[in-house]
C-alpha cells in the first residue's frame, strides 16, 4: 500500500483517496434531508414572509470571506445559507411579486432540477437519454404553436439569448452560410424592424452580432402599445429606396412595458411582401396560446419563422429555461454547425446519435434544462397551465377596474395581458415626478407587494407584473390599499 520516495522519507499512498463523495453516505443522506425539507417549509410559508427585504452588514459580510483553502462541513454551510441568503431573495417566488416578468417556479421543478444536478448531464450531443428528453420537449413546442414538422428547437438561457440567436439565423438566410467566415460587407447594409416597445434585448442582439443597434428600426406604435403598420410599411419601402437590405421583422407577443401583442397576421404579410425573416419575440406571453381564453390574442404566431419565448416565465419552470423555436431546423445548421476532431461522430456507442444540438445553436457544454420543462409539463399539463395564465389575466383585468374606481389613481395604458401600467395622481391629478417612485420603494422596503416602476411617454408609471400562479385577490387588494395609503402621507416629494 505504502512505498517511500524521495519525499523527504514521507510515505506516499500509491492509492490516496481523490473523490469527492463522502465516506459516510448515511450521514450525507440525513443532511439532504434536512435541506430538502428546508426548502418544503421555505415555499409553504411563502405568503407569511416578505417579498423582499434587504440584506443587513452581517449577512453581506458573509460572503467578502477569502477564498477557502480546506474543506467545511456540508451542515455548516447549509447553515449560512438558511440564515444569510434564504431570507434574502430576489422575492419572485412570492405571491406578492409583480415587479417583473419573472416566473414563480413549482416543487416539481424544483425537484427535477435536483435530478438533472445529480445526473449532471452534459446536452451538447453524443447518444443519452437527455438529449430524447429535450427532442420530446421540441416536439412538443412544435405542438403547442402549431409549426410544421420541419421545425426545430433548442434551449437556451432565455429568450435574450434566444433573440440574438435568431438575428443569427436571420443574417445567415439573408447572406448565406459563407457570412460565418467572411463577414459582414460594406454593402451587405442590413436592417432590421421592431416597434419602439421592443425589448431592450433587441437592439443588445444587433450590437453582439456586429449589425449594430442604428440598423434596428424602430418603429413607433399605436395607441394599443402595437406595431404601426402604416409606419412599418412606409419604413421599408424608404429603406429599400435607399439601397439597404431589409431581412428582419420582429414582432412582440407582448411588449414587456404594457404586454402588447403587435398584430402577428398583418407582419407576416408584410415579412412575406419583402422577403424578410419574421421573428417573433414571445419571452412574456406567447405560451398564453396554452389558454383558450388567450390563445386568439396570439393569431399568427404559428406563422412565424422563428419565436423566442421563455419557459421560466408564465411556464413557470425554474430558471432558466429560455427556448428558441425555428420554423425549418436546416436554418438552425446553416447558422451554427461546424467541424471539429474532437467532436468526431460515430455510428455506434457515446458518440453516436443522430441529432447533436450543438449542430443547432451556440453552445457545446449545455444543462439538462429540458428535465425540469418536462417534468413541468408531464406532472402539471398544459390545461393547468393554460388555466393558471388566465387567472393572471383576470387578475390584471380587476386590478385596472379597480384603478379606474379610484380618484387618486389613474390607468397609464390598456391592459392586454397580465401587465398593469398605472400612477398614483392625488386629489387633483397632478402627478408629482417623484411621488410613484418612492411609492415603489416603500413598498419594496415593506415588503408585501412589490410592483416595479416603468416609463410611459415620459410619465413615471408603477407597474404590476402578474406572473406567478401563487398570486391571489388579496394580494392585488394589498397592491392598490398600499400605494392609496403610502400616496397620502404628507412627507412624499412632490417634485
Known sequence: MFSLQETGGAAVDRHERTSLDPDDWQALRKQGHRMLDDMFDH???????????????????????????????????????????????????????????????????????????????????RDHMPIEVERQIIRWTREIFSFPETAGGIFLTGASQANFVAVQIARCRKLGRDVRATGLSDESRLVAYASSEVHGCVPRAFEMSGIGSNQLRRIAVNELGQIDIDALEQAILRDEQEGFTPFLLIGSAGTVNTGAVDDLVALRGIADAHDLHFHVDGALGALGVLSEELAPLFAGIEACDSLAFDFHKWGQVPYDAGFLLVRDTEWQRQTFASDAAYLSRAATGLAGGDWWPCDYGPDLSRGFRALKTWFTLKTYGVKALGDSMSANCKLARRLAERIEQEPALKLLAPVALNIVCFAYVGADGSMPALVNSHIVERLHAEGRVAPSLTHLNGQPAIRAAIVNHRTRQTDIDALVRSVLTIGSQQDLPQC
Open 43 to 125: 415555499l409553504h410559508t411563502l405568503a407569511t414572509k416578505p417579498v423582499w427585504q434587504h440584506a443587513p452588514s452581517p449577512a453581506r459580510a458573509k460572503f467578502n470571506g477569502p477564498l477557502p483553502i480546506e474543506g467545511s462541513d456540508l451542515a455548516d454551510v447549509h447553515a449560512i445559507f438558511r440564515e444569510y441568503i434564504l431570507p434574502y431573495g430576489s422575492g419572485n417566488i412570492h405571491p406578492g411579486f409583480m415587479g417583473w416578468v419573472q416566473g414563480g417556479g413549482t416543487v416539481t421543478g424544483m425537484l427535477a432540477e435536483m435530478l438533472a444536478g445529480g445526473l449532471n448531464a452534459n446536452l451538447g450531443g
